[in-house]
């Protein structure tokens, strides 16, 4: 048995020449605001077909985790088919299971497989080397095939079988096949899942559709008993959790975390996920650092109260966020709390509002663009108000394409109002000096302010990512630092080999515009002047110019009516 992570291979990451687009990378170009440039993640063609070549499978099995990146996902059963024509290829993970009618029409596919496979694809493979029919096992979409069914519908019918049940006693599966990766890929660091299920019904979330809401977790030794595997076996230290409602029972997390501290493992723990503020206390806070935990965001999405209830959230609030924030960075761990840009009902001036209260709270955030999931229930509202159509190409839903928009925002107004929130969030105590009268401020002393600014405040090593980082500015010219640029966070391969668009990162230098912009009071925008990605050894620049991009000047407006409500802003409005 072999496993290919194709992620994994960023060596191959790469702009994608447009001679390769495929309609439904044309169509994210045509819509996107500002971008111009598609990246293309992980292991190449050959690299794949190679590794095809050297399996060669009977069965081949495929997840595709995020519906927006079928495409990919697609493409690979399609080589497999020019290179084993006879492998059975099995399709598992959220896409399948939230749209198989989708993912039938693509014939590269066999079988799909929906919900939790664990107990599901054992059965499969057993009936495929028994030659039995396989419409009897739970969990399933499939052509009808002499193969799979004994029916006479050959050519034009379809099963779905009902859906399987949730992996009852998840201490009873066994460890993930460890031995079939290479962790020097993943800089020794790995994904750990101690429970499934979320029990709660957030509008925006699809979780359910896989793991459903009834929630589930391991126990304490098993978890424990896996981390020791991969500290022990493979040098690995560094842990992301990945569940989607990690602190749901609190009496389970301590007793996680006292097993870890008790293992005297000396471990790194991230909440990549997030948890809820529901149930959390200081004590608990002590016990998850106590455990290792380094890093982590609360979910939080808006400051609004009504909106909070609409998004079946109305358990938190900025005040509970801000509570629980100071304990933890109390005791030494970084924290954020996440929001969402652009919420369905939410104008400009409120999503404004939304980033400028928790800037003034002092609590760092990571905005996320507001776009309905298929399987949401959000989507399902997109489809009632006209924003989406049930034939729209399914890769635009990806959340950074900015293909969408809202009910009352177009995508240029999510894509600037998203950027400034970027911003804010960088640097809240650059935008919010009143040490002067901010539109007095030429662009070359805003820039060198806000090099200053960010010197005097540099990134943890733990932190979020940072998308603009800026370094040296001369004139109205500011150079960002090697690591702090949207090309360096896409890892492409350009950067060592040159020859790359020399206006890659135009997101970094809106962002950076966005940030002066909000400190003198007017709109302003940039311009890459120079790229890692075309010329290596060379750091990203832009140049900084008077005058807005667009719906830009309205975002700005909208910024600065929220900055002087919260009494946060450095001009006069």
């Given at each position: ?83 084993v024509p006879d492998a059975l290829v099995i399709f ?145 230290r560094v842990f992301r959790i990945e569940d989607d ?329």
């Open positions: 048995m072999s496993l290919f992570d194709a992620l994994s291979f960023t060596e191959d990451n790469h702009v994608v020449d447009p001679a390769d687009y495929t309609e439904a990378d044309r169509l994210k170009l045509d819509r996107h605001p500002r971008w111009r440039y598609l990246v293309h993640w992980g292991a190449s063609r050959d690299r794949l077909a190679k590794a095809i070549e050297q399996a060669d499978p009977q069965v081949v099995g495929i997840s595709c985790m995020f519906t927006p990146y079928y495409e990919s996902a697609y493409e690979a059963a399609r080589l497999v088919r020019e290179i598992g993970g959220q896409h399948p299971t939230v749209a198989h009618h989708h993912a039938l029409a693509e014939p590269a596919f066999d079988i799909l497989v929906r919900g939790e496979g664990e107990h599901t694809l054992p059965r499969v493979l057993d009936a495929f080397v028994a030659g039995s029919p396989i419409t009897g096992i739970p969990g399933l979409v499939f052509r009808c095939d002499p193969r799979f069914c004994g029916c006479d519908r050959h050519g034009g019918g379809a099963h779905v079988t009902p859906a399987a049940a949730q992996v009852p006693d998840l201490d009873a599966l066994p460890l993930p096949a460890t031995d079939l990766l290479d962790f020097d890929r993943y800089a020794r660091s790995t994904t750990l899942i101690t429970s499934r299920g979320c029990p709660f019904s957030c509008t925006f979330c699809t979780v359910h559709a896989t793991v459903g809401k009834a929630f589930r977790y391991r126990s304490p030794q098993n978890v424990v008993d896996e981390i020791r595997h991969y500290v022990l076996e493979y040098g690995v409602n990690f602190t749901f029972d609190i009496e389970r997390v301590r007793e996680l975390c006292g097993a870890i501290r008790a293992s005297g493992l000396d471990v790194e723990l991230h909440l990549a996920n997030g948890i809820t503020v529901v149930k959390l206390s200081h004590d608990l806070v002590r016990d998850m650092a106590g455990a290792g935990l380094r890093s982590l965001f609360l979910g939080l999405e808006t400051t609004e109260p009504a909106r909070l209830r609409k998004l079946r959230k109305g358990f938190t609030s900025v005040d509970k966020v801000r509570i629980g924030a100071d304990w933890f960075l109390e005791e030494g761990v970084e924290v954020g709390a996440s929001l969402i840009v652009g919420l369905l009902g939410q104008d400009l001036d409120q999503a404004a509002q939304d980033a400028c209260r928790l800037a003034s709270a002092g609590i760092r955030f990571g905005p996320n663009p507001f776009y309905p999931i298929p399987g949401s229930t959000d989507y399902e509202n997109c489809l009632r108000l006209g924003i989406v159509s049930h034939d729209i190409e399914l890769g635009l839903f990806e959340g950074f394409n900015f293909a969408i928009g809202s009910d009352l925002l177009s995508p240029e107004e999510m894509y600037w109002a998203w950027v400034y929130a970027n911003a804010l969030s960088f640097w809240p105590g650059y935008v919010f000096d009143r040490r002067d009268d901010g539109a007095g401020l030429s662009l070359d002393r805003a820039l060198v302010e806000l090099s200053a600014w960010q010197a005097a405040h540099p990134p943890r090593a733990d932190r979020f990512e940072v998308l603009a980082e800026p370094g040296e500015a001369s004139g109205n010219v500011v150079w960002l630092t090697e690591s702090g640029c949207f090309c360096r966070l896409q890892q492409v391969r350009e950067l060592t080999l040159g020859g790359g668009p020399v206006d890659f990162c135009t997101l970094s230098g809106d962002i950076v515009a966005a940030g002066v912009a909000m400190r003198v009071g007017r709109p302003v925008s940039a311009r890459q002047v120079s790229s890692a990605v075309h010329t290596t050894g060379t750091p990203c620049a832009f140049e900084i110019t008077e005058g807005a991009v667009g719906a830009d000047a309205a975002v700005h407006r909208a910024y600065l009516r929220a900055l002087s409500a919260s009494g946060k802003a450095p001009v006069a409005v």
